[in-house]
């Protein structure tokens, strides 16, 4: 009974070692992000300050 696990769980970790790497290579992720158009700071955005009622 042990002995037969013991396989079993030789076997699972080689089959997870064997399958590390199967697609090649690993490549980064292309960005979604728009690229800079020049180098610099740049701000943006909006800010409101008050208090709203109804009458």
Known sequence: ???SLL???LALM????AA???DGA???PESTRPE???P???VSG???IGVISDL
């Open 7 to 9: 396989i079993a769980a």
């Open 36 to 38: 800079p158009s020049a």
């Open 46 to 48: 909006e800010a409101r």
């Open 26 to 28: 690993p490549t980064r």
């Open 14 to 17: 080689l089959a997870t070692l």
């Open 1 to 3: 009974m042990t002995h």
């Open 20 to 22: 590390c790497g199967v």
């Open 40 to 42: 610099g700071l740049q």
